[in-house]
């Protein structure tokens, strides 16, 4: 890929990235974030941290072979920062629906908050192990 056809490609999906953030927003906080889903209406600060992840996953999209074990391990500990300031500390509060209040998760499958905190609760044992 040449690099203006990357930078186009990484454009293209810190766009798509913005809009699952707006319906993470909407599906897990019950509230439409400001933009609605608008990339445009972003400022460049924050259209580079959706750019991040764009570059992030296009790393690991087009050389996973070449990824070192070192390299892959950062990348790791950096999306753990991201899902650490994700993670809201309130425990889950089930409705007689399954539907978790605290979260705003009107949905049955599973809380992700109450996955992120046993993910998270398994790396750092990981890590003290
Ligand atoms: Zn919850």
Not at 5 to 26: A, D, F, N
Not at 28 to 37: A, D, F, I, L
Not at 64 to 79: F, I, S, V, Y
Request: net charge negative; proline share 3%; hydrophobic share 30%.
């Amino acid at each position: 890929m040449n690099p203006e056809t990357r930078k186009q490609v990484e454009e293209e999906l810190s766009r798509q990235i913005h809009g699952v953030y707006c319906r993470y927003r909407k599906e897990v906080h019950g509230e439409e974030y400001w933009t609605k889903g608008n990339y445009d209406l972003l400022d460049e600060k924050t259209k580079e941290a959706d750019r991040y992840m764009a570059r992030f996953f296009l790393t690991l999209a087009s050389r996973p072979d070449e990824m070192k074990g070192e390299e892959m391990r950062d990348r790791l500990d950096w999306a753990t920062q991201i899902l650490e300031a994700l993670q809201d500390d309130s425990p889950c509060e089930f409705d007689h629906h399954g539907y978790c209040q605290a979260h705003g998760w009107l949905n049955e499958d599973r809380c992700p908050q109450d996955a992120l905190k046993e993910f998270l609760a398994s790396r750092t044992l990981r890590e003290k192990g």
